[in-house]
């Protein structure tokens, strides 16, 4: 008997290959993160051939200046008069107002660029001085201060947050760690501000990042070194001080020797304190010198249009007017402990790694929001936690970028960087958009919702193309200003409460589902 005849069957189509971008699984781990740090370093020099602050613009100039200057004074001035006012150093223009780390990396800096063109940092006659060889040198400094420091320290987050699961699921930690990475590194404001603008906020927030990062992988003591150095480099980075010192004091109250690691950090705090401030610590005047340089309360409790508490209620409340600086000082600690306060309760009491993320933010903006002197340029400080927290709050955190980096809109106009402005906001966007990223994942905006969040949105982009092409009233110069401003700061305090609602939601996510605190 014949055997029956097997039919044919014609082999499948195969399968259409699906759009690939560098966080895509299954990608190896190592060139993948070479190839986004490599991409987010072209950003960065496409970025830096643009204008910078004050460019052109005599005789006081801009940021760029203020730093060029500060590699001329540490170059030729002992460290006993880097910050007094003397026939070398009129402290009127351009005085050093940062701590001593910023000093050694302007000394450091300003070393290499005197090696090839010592014009460009000579004692008193460099005043002003710009060329494009000294802009090349000046903009390199920045790149390589942004690939020593900020990059490495990136790369070290991640890894630690993927590592722990900080948060996400399992699924969510295989394919989004690449996509974090790439939002991390490609951040708008940084971008702009460090290699547009022209300021080392890579250093500071780098260090930072470090310091986060030894936190959630263990490293309490290397964390807390790392965090002085920030604090040492840029007085700033104390907006985080209340998160790290919460959490950390949480962590230590529930070891079984609290006093022996509240102890050790101490020595570890005290003691890189002691290394940075070494020439400084032989009087107290000239530790008093530096310190009236790093709180200039006489400027005033905040400048230009920043969109803080203080600012934007100045149009009803004349704040400079009704009162002087020290019951001014007062009312903005105050406002400050008391913003931060439910954070830092919450993080002592029960201390966790997600919790520790949400304090920095949370922390951060409290001093952006209420505290004195504040600059535009500051929003960069809660952008940071923000950032790290974008697999967890993909929504937020894009909503956040996008008003932080409108409220500097004014900023980038003034410095002529509209181009570098929209190339990079456009670029985030597209990352963040991309398929196979984590928007959307975590949950869905109602109807209702998104017809409110598009009120702001809207007005941000009329006031986008007013500001460019209408007038404003001869009377009222800085209205398109405050206006956006306003619409700003009505942002950032709505993200405030959520963000602080969230941190206090996790010690009842945590009861409901049975978690065990991850110390």
């Given at each position: 008997?014949?055997?029956?005849?097997?039919?044919?069957?014609?082999?499948?189509?195969?399968?259409?290959?699906?759009?690939?971008?560098?966080?895509?699984?299954p990608a190896p781990a190592v060139p993948t993160a070479v190839l986004i740090s490599l991409a987010a370093l072209l950003i960065r020099v496409l970025v830096s051939v643009g204008p910078y602050s004050g460019q052109g613009a005599a005789p006081k100039f801009g940021d760029y200046e203020a730093q060029r200057h500060w590699m001329e004074l540490t170059l030729h001035l002992t460290p006993a008069d880097w910050y007094r006012n003397t026939s070398d150093n009129d402290l009127a223009y351009w005085g050093l107002d940062y701590p001593p780390l910023s000093a050694y990396q302007s000394l450091l800096h300003g070393r290499i660029i005197n090696t090839s063109l010592p014009e460009a940092v000579a004692l008193?006659?460099?005043?002003?001085?710009?060329?494009?060889?000294?802009?090349?040198?000046?903009?390199?400094?920045?790149?390589s201060s942004d690939l020593l420091v900020f990059f490495p320290s990136a790369l070290w987050f991640v890894w630690a947050y993927m590592k722990l699961g900080v948060g996400i699921s399992g699924e969510e930690r295989r394919e989004g760690w690449m996509w974090l990475l790439a939002?991390?590194?490609?951040?708008?404001?940084?971008?702009?501000?460090?290699?547009?603008?022209f300021q080392y906020n890579c250093i500071s927030l780098g260090l930072t990042l470090g310091a986060i990062a030894g936190v959630l992988s263990k490293n309490e003591l290397v964390g807390a070194s790392l965090f002085t150095l920030a604090i040492n480099h840029k007085q700033m980075s104390l907006y985080f001080a209340p998160a790290f010192f919460s959490h950390l004091l949480g962590k230590c109250l529930k070891q079984k020797y609290p006093i022996v690691e509240v102890t050790k950090l101490a020595f570890v705090v005290l003691g890189t304190f002691a290394l940075v401030w070494w020439p400084f610590l032989h009087s107290y005047e000239a530790v008093q010198q530096v310190l009236s340089r790093l709180a200039p309360f006489e400027r005033g409790i905040y400048e230009d249009y920043v969109a803080n508490f203080w600012c934007s209620t100045s149009v009803i409340i004349k704040w400079k007017k009704l009162f002087?600086?020290?019951?001014?000082?007062l009312m903005s600690l105050s406002a400050t402990i008391l913003a931060f306060l439910p954070s830092f309760v919450q993080q002592v009491k029960s201390p966790s790694n997600l919790g520790f993320l949400y304090s920095l933010m949370n922390s951060s903006f409290s001093f952006y929001l209420f505290?004195?002197?504040?600059?535009?340029?500051?929003?960069?400080?809660?952008?940071?936690?923000?950032?790290?927290?974008?697999?967890?709050?993909?929504?937020?955190?894009?909503?956040?970028?996008?008003?932080?980096?409108f409220s500097m809109y004014p900023l980038i106009c003034r410095d002529q960087?509209?181009?570098?402005?929209?190339?990079?906001?456009?670029?985030?966007?597209?990352?963040?958009y991309s398929p196979g990223g984590s928007y959307g994942k975590r949950s869905n905006i109602s109807?209702?919702?998104?017809?409110?969040?598009?009120?702001?949105?809207?007005?941000?982009?009329?006031?986008?193309?007013?500001?460019l092409q209408i007038e404003p009233p001869k009377r009222y110069p800085f209205l398109f200003d405050a206006l956006i401003m306003f619409v700003c700061f009505s942002q950032f305090v709505i993200l405030a409460v959520y963000t602080n609602y969230k941190q206090w939601m996790l010690d009842s996510n945590s009861r409901s589902i049975g978690v065990k605190k991850d110390l």
């Open positions: 008997m014949a055997k029956p005849r097997k039919t044919r069957t014609s082999a499948p189509d195969p399968p259409v290959a699906a759009v690939r971008l560098p966080w895509h699984t008193r006659s460099s005043r002003g001085y710009e060329s494009m060889e000294s802009k090349l040198l000046m903009r390199w400094t920045v790149l939002l991390v590194l490609i951040s708008p404001c940084l971008v702009l501000i460090d290699h547009g603008h002087a600086i020290k019951p001014l000082k505290s004195y002197q504040v600059h535009e340029k500051s929003i960069l400080l809660p952008l940071l936690p923000a950032s790290l927290l974008a697999l967890e709050e993909p929504r937020m955190y894009g909503w956040f970028v996008y008003f932080a980096l960087l509209l181009l570098q402005y929209i190339a990079v906001l456009s670029l985030f966007f597209l990352i963040y109807c209702k919702a998104k017809l409110v969040l598009s009120l702001p949105f809207l007005c941000s982009l009329l006031l986008h193309i007013t500001y």
